[in-house]
């Protein structure tokens, strides 16, 4: 009467049932999701760096550039690396002659003020990494 494979509903008479089998490959898709991670932390932490140096002190650049060549944005790594970084970072009032945004705490500052831009930036960097 009906056909084979097939059983009775309610409101919609027969339906047709399908034999379905899925096979996860866990080791390809662990690989793409640490790939999505990999190029999002150092996407992030480009950012952090870009966008605290934004509220940097600054007075002949030194600090500033510091961020750009001791920073390890594959590790993760935002770091200003002067003799004076990390007492600056914390103490005094910093000095808005060259950079009127100037701010203790630089880099909290930068990531709180853009917090949407660096989801965004993790987000699409996620995203673009698990597709390689």
């Not at 940097?56 to 993760?76: F, H, M, N, W, Y």
């Amino acid at each position: 009467m009906y056909p084979r494979g097939a059983y009775i509903t309610q409101n919609w008479g027969w339906c047709r049932v399908a034999n379905v089998k899925i096979k996860r490959n866990m080791t390809a898709i662990q690989a793409k999701i640490q790939a999505g991670s990999d190029v999002m932390v150092a996407a992030v932490t480009e950012a952090v760096i870009e966008y605290g140096n934004i509220f940097v002190r600054e007075d002949q650049g030194t600090l500033k550039d510091s961020a750009l060549i001791a920073s390890r944005p594959k590790d993760g790594l935002a770091i200003w690396d002067t003799p004076y970084a990390k007492k600056v970072y914390y103490t005094g009032t910093p000095s808005k002659d060259v950079n009127p945004d100037a701010s203790l705490m630089w880099a909290e500052k930068g990531v709180k003020t853009y917090q949407e831009e660096i989801d965004k930036i993790a987000q699409n960097a996620f995203r673009e990494g698990m597709r390689n």
